[in-house]
């Protein structure tokens, strides 16, 4: 099978990769550059663990061929925290132990970044309708909501 | 030595915190390697072909197309699994269910697979191998299964525990019967009888990792295997034998696990790759996809049960009979004696019989799935009891509390109850807000109890000083959600250290001693246990070598807030020596300092749990919302508060899917219609409330905090929780779970 | 003597009896007794059973000491999850 060479930009530096017309950006990831941080648990856009951001919009990166992604801009867990710091959503999650598991915990934490940066102070239910997309199994989501509330606090620099 | 793991008072000083798991960063970071996320060099790619047909005879399989298929390395039948289970018929349905043998019993059992230089030639290799199958008539149905012109999957099965045994094969594999008094006569005293009969569909586990592995078998014997799995040791041992390999010289490794619930305590494709290893002479790596997951790996049994309680006017029940008819899959197990023996389990009865019948039908093989078979038989039970309190017009907390179970109550399944929590839950949730809060249009309440036994087992623990002092700990319990923050809780408590000072990781099977799973709610309690007894050991060498540096006897050396302290008024000028002194100078007081453990945890202790939930329905659509959920449970002591809340409410949130949601579909030919999560709906963060969790601390007197197993009783009441919630808003009686859309608008158009 | 009442599942195996009445200090002496009287036993011995002393299930500590007149039941190992 022919493969197609691919230039794009992920978590900021510029990546070329060759990869096969039927192959998803989600094992292009995993398999081809080394970033397992996104998982798959599903494979047909239905659990959200391998959410990442296209071009600043939250996809399931199942769903997006590895070629499409020419010209575009990724970010994945792996480029969430900066060195040591962690971003205040990561922190949030682990004081919260808003993860068991946690095979869903980097899905979720793209998807919560994509929601505070578009809406830096969502209600529960804003919060519980944007994560409806990824699936946790363990957590029965409330610690999930709790995290997301108190880093977006953290964020907008209320007092807790 | 042996350890004395009475409960004993005292004040805890890291036990009941909350810090930061030890494997957290990697988590949130995108780190830590789960089942998927490991290769070996020169690793191949498995997939495994599967049987479309729900019972079919395999006549025969020719791989020779896809053997010559360049890229291909390997293809293997059950010809490549040869059976070497020697007469161990559970053992041999786990080798069967990795490969079908002579039959394929349900849809997704595997009949091959390949091994290929890369995904795209193994697809290809599945679809140039030939199976001849000739189509057998299947069952899916309970009830059906049991009817008396059913397909009969297994002509050699004649149903045990029936006297006189039945003279033909049936698809019952076994009665099972438990109970005391005379329920005929606990009949006739009482005033009021609720007899009915309940559904429950199959679900499954949802984790939402799939099954994974990477195995690499070698020309000198030896193996090694990295997986997903709750439970490497076991898995080693199920793998060796059934593949004739030397256990000490299979090495597993246990990756972090995406979530178990107990499917990940049954081996399903491990042993295929391990074979496809030895056959190409290559590691394997051998991933399930969500549909291999659904179709293939461990769902739980779908039930059918008649239930007949009765009681005086006063709310005293008089008797109480259950029938428990469970799915197994295509294999004979004991899951309805397992469901039979917990379904009264909550209460105080006089009169009480239980009968299991274990049922063989063409689905998958079923697997655990937290507090296995408990959750139907709570639903089919607390259904009844709710109607029995309505019909006596009492409330159905006082009723439930006028009958529970408690010290000296001669339990269903057989023995007498010591001290048990049961009371203090209903106490508890009788006092609780939520249960006087007001109900809204089209809302309704429920409450349910729940039971389960909790277990320990074999645990092999080592802890290990650094010369820095600081602490590593090697546990064998697979850590499924957060147990290796609250051991390294537990030996900083222990020692006298910082929580910061003791890091705990998870050992593979070539380093540590064996271990049983992380099952039967056992994680924390057993390895809490062993680390205590470890941590002790260690105290009692660096008492010896405190004593060496200070040339003193021993005797003289008292351990006390993490310090080496001399007693006695002639060592009144010795400052004491810490964990950190002590480590600094373990080259010259005698090398390493270490603790080790090994041990058998029991006396785990029954746990219960009481949940409230509050759902509105909308009468025109027939879709039910969970608007208010609270779950009591006793903890003995919770370690790490946060995370015990967490499996509270993750196994209420896993019981309200399975009551309103999910079920696997079948069509008329057998097949699954549903395998995967767009169809198979697991509840998601917009369907839930907030889950309230209120902790009890009863402590268990069998283990030195007082700790008890938590994992797997929040499962068991919601099914019931939820039903009787539901038909408090609508004014029906639900039997059937889960109570989806169309079965509540079935049930109300029924009444009109 | 400790009175031991049987599961259903092994009264066959022990001539029918629901109750037997054996002298065992720990339960390895009550299985290996029991195994004596009853050969059948051996099979379900092997890892398919569990004992209550007193309501505590123990289902590995075989060195769990029975104390005088202790309620002892033979239970099948129940799986976990
Ligand atoms: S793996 Fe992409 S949505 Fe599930
Ligand atoms: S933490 Fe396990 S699936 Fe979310």
């Known amino acids: ?160 | 030595m042996s350890f004395d793991a009475s409960y004993n008072e005292k004040e805890l000083n890291a036990v009941g915190t909350r810090p930061v798991r030890p494997d957290g960063v990697d988590k949130v970071t995108g780190r830590a390697r789960y089942g998927a996320d490991y290769n070996m060099p020169g690793q191949l790619v498995a997939r495994v072909l599967r049987s479309p047909h729900a019972h079919a005879r395999i006549l025969r399989i020719d791989t020779s197309q896809a053997e010559a298929l360049k890229g291909v390395k390997a293809v293997v039948t059950a010809a490549d699994l040869p059976d070497l289970t020697d007469g161990d018929a559970s053992l041999f349905a786990i080798l069967d269910n990795c490969m079908a043998r002579t039959k394929a019993l349900y849809d997704g059992h595997a009949v091959a697979a390949v091994a290929a230089i890369d995904v795209h030639v193994a697809r290809k290799a599945l679809k140039l191998i030939e199976v001849d199958y000739e189509v057998l008539p299947h069952v899916v149905d309970v009830d059906l299964a049991m009817a008396p012109d059913a397909p009969v999957l297994d002509e050699t099965i004649i149903t045990k525990g029936v006297t006189p045994a039945p003279d033909a094969p049936s698809n019952v594999f076994a009665h099972s019967e438990f109970g005391h008094g005379d329920v005929a006569a606990g009949f006739a005293k009482a005033d009021e009888i609720v007899e009915r009969t309940f559904k429950t569909e199959q679900t499954h586990q949802g984790y939402i990792e799939p099954h994974a592995c990477v195995a690499s078998c070698n020309s000198d014997g030896s193996a090694e295997m990295w997986v997903c799995t709750q439970g490497p040791f076991v898995y080693r041992q199920v793998c060796a034998d059934l593949l004739g390999l030397e256990v000490s010289k299979l090495k597993v490794t246990s990756s972090e696990i995406g979530g178990g619930f107990g499917g990940k305590t049954h081996v399903w494709a491990e042993p295929v790759a391990l074979a496809l290893s030895r056959k190409a002479g290559r590691p394997v790596k051998l991933v399930m996809s969500r549909n291999e997951v659904f179709r293939a790996s461990g769902p739980t049994s779908a039930t059918s049960i008649d239930v007949k309680i009765g009681a005086t006017k006063d709310g005293t029940i008089t008797a109480a009979e259950a029938t428990l008819r469970y799915t197994s899959g295509p294999y004979p197990d004991t899951w309805a004696e397992t469901g039979a023996m917990t379904a009264f389990a909550c209460y105080d009865l006089e009169n009480v019989k239980t009968v299991g019948i274990e049922v063989l039908v063409n689905r998958p093989k079923v697997a655990a799935y937290r507090a296995p078979s408990a959750p139907m038989a709570a639903f089919a039970v607390e259904s009844a009891i709710d109607s029995l309190a309505h019909k006596i017009g009492i409330d159905a907390v006082d009723f439930r509390i006028k009958n529970a179970a408690r010290e000296g109550t001669r339990s269903s399944y057989g023995p007498v109850y010591g001290p048990i929590g049961i009371g203090p839950t209903l106490e508890a949730a009788k006092a609780h807000a939520h249960m006087s809060a007001p109900l809204g249009k089209n809302q309704g309440r429920g409450m349910a109890c729940g039971f389960w036994f909790n277990f320990g087992g074999q645990t092999c623990t080592d802890l290990n000083i650094s010369a820095d002092g600081t602490v590593t700990l090697s546990v064998g319990t697979v850590d499924v959600g957060g147990s290796r923050a609250s051991l390294s809780m537990i030996a900083a408590e222990e020692l006298g250290i910082a929580y910061e000072d003791v890091k705990a990781g998870v050992a593979d099977t070539a380093s540590l001693g064996y271990n049983d799973m992380t099952d039967g709610s056992r994680g924390t309690f057993s390895s809490s246990m062993a680390t205590i007894s470890a941590a002790r050991n260690a105290i009692a060498v660096m008492k010896q070598r405190a004593a060496l540096m200070w040339d003193i006897p021993v005797e003289d050396i008292e351990w006390k807030d993490g310090q080496a302290h001399a007693v006695g008024a002639s060592h009144d000028n010795l400052a004491p020596l810490s964990v950190k002194d002590i480590a600094a100078k373990a080259g010259n007081t005698g090398g390493p300092i270490a603790g080790h453990s090994e041990l058998v945890a029991d006396g785990a202790g029954v746990s219960f749990g009481t949940h409230i939930c509050d759902v509105e329905v909308d009468p025109e659509t027939g879709a039910t919302r969970v608007i208010r959920y609270t779950v009591i449970q006793d903890a003995g002591k919770a370690v790490h508060p946060a995370y015990v809340e967490g499996q509270y409410q993750g196994g209420a949130a896993q019981g309200i899917g399975w009551a309103l949601n999910e079920e696997y579909i079948y069509g008329e030919d057998g097949r699954l219609q549903n395998a995967g999560f767009l169809d198979y709906r697991i509840p998601v963060c917009s369907d839930l409330p907030m889950i309230d969790t209120q902790i009890l601390e009863i402590p268990n007197p069998n283990h030195p905090y007082g700790v008890r197993g938590v994992g797997e009783t929040s499962i068991v009441p919601p099914l019931a929780a939820v039903a009787n919630a539901v038909s408090d808003a609508v004014g029906v009686r639900m039997t059937h779970v889960p109570i989806s859309p169309p079965r509540i608008l079935a049930a109300l158009k029924a009444q009109r | 003597m400790v009175q031991v009442t049987l599961w259903a599942g092994l009264r066959p195996l022990a001539e029918d009896q629901e109750h037997v009445t054996i002298e065992a200090a720990t339960i390895r002496e009550l299985l290996s007794k029991l195994q004596l009287r009853y050969p059948a036993l051996e099979q379900p011995f092997r890892n398919d059973v569990a004992v209550a002393i007193n309501g505590t299930i123990y289902r590995d500590d075989w060195s769990q000491g029975i104390p005088e007149d202790a309620e002892v039941f033979l239970m099948r190992r129940i799986p976990g999850g």
């Not at chain 1, 900021?12 to 060759?18: A, I, K, N, R, S």
């Open chain 1, 1 to 160: 099978m022919t493969t197609i060479a691919v230039s794009t930009t992920i978590n900021g530096d510029d990546v070329e990769y060759l990869c096969h017309a039927d192959e998803s950006l989600l094992d292009v990831l995993r398999n081809r550059l080394g970033l397992m941080g996104s998982k798959e648990g599903c494979g047909t856009g239905d659990c959200g663990a391998c959410s990442t951001m296209l071009d600043g919009r939250i996809v399931c990166s199942c769903l997006v061929l590895g070629a499409e992604a020419e010209g575009r801009e990724i970010e994945t867990i792996e480029g969430m925290a900066h060195g040591h710091d962690l971003h205040p959503l990561q922190t949030k999650f682990l004081e919260h132990a808003a993860l068991q598991c946690g095979i869903c915990t980097p899905g979720f934490l793209m998807a919560a970044k994509a929601l505070l940066d578009v809406n830096p102070d969502p209600t529960e239910e804003e919060i519980r309708f944007w994560l409806a997309g990824n699936l946790c199994r363990c957590t029965g989501y409330d610690k999930i909501v709790r995290a997301v509330q108190d880093a977006a606090a953290e964020m907008r620099g209320d007092a807790a």
